[in-house]
């Protein structure tokens, strides 16, 4: 595909959307600990708290980020790429993120006593190591095929 010239707006929004995706990892980082959390000791008292955690993290930092690219970001996109569908399937990515984190509200919705029932840890491991699969999947793609239109902007280290 042939990329048309970014304008300086849309270079000044790629610029600031890739500095974000350092604090998107760091949540990632906690995402995956609290999910090995779960898979290893979720009888532990801080097994709960740490989920919450990360719940929140997500809510507070990952979906507003999330949902600024699709606002802001994926339409200034449209003409360097060539076509407004040029950004689909990362939109689709921001739809199945915010699904997915809902999905563990919910699940923290149906924790008792302050800890996880037993029959509640393989839904919840299934919600946290596919969110951490997910997100990290979407970080690249869009690193690769949005952040490198910014030729002088350093792209993000993968981890």
């Not at 929004?13 to 350092?22: D, K, N, T, V, Y």
């Not at 709960?48 to 600024?68: I, N, S, W």
């Not at 003409?79 to 809902?102: C, K, W, Y």
């Not at 800890?115 to 999947?137: E, I, K, N, S």
């Amino acid at each position: 595909m042939r990329h048309r010239a970014v304008p300086p707006r849309t270079r000044e929004l790629l610029a600031r959307f890739a500095g974000e995706h350092q604090g998107v990892r760091d949540v990632l980082a906690g995402l995956r600990d609290t999910a090995d959390l779960v898979a290893t000791d979720p009888a532990s008292s801080r097994c709960l708290p740490a989920v919450r955690e990360t719940y929140r993290r997500l809510t507070d930092q990952v979906l507003p980020h999330e949902a600024a690219e699709q606002r802001q970001l994926y339409p200034a996109l449209a003409d360097p790429l060539g076509s407004e569908s040029a950004t689909a399937t990362m939109s689709r990515a921001h739809v199945e993120i915010r699904r997915q984190v809902n999905l563990l509200g919910a699940q923290l919705n149906q924790t008792a006593d302050g800890r996880l029932r037993p029959d509640q840890v393989p839904d919840l491991l299934a919600t946290l190591y596919g969110l951490d699969a997910l997100l990290r999947l979407h970080l690249a793609q869009e690193e690769e095929e949005f952040f490198t239109l910014n030729p002088s902007d350093p792209q993000p280290e993968h981890r």
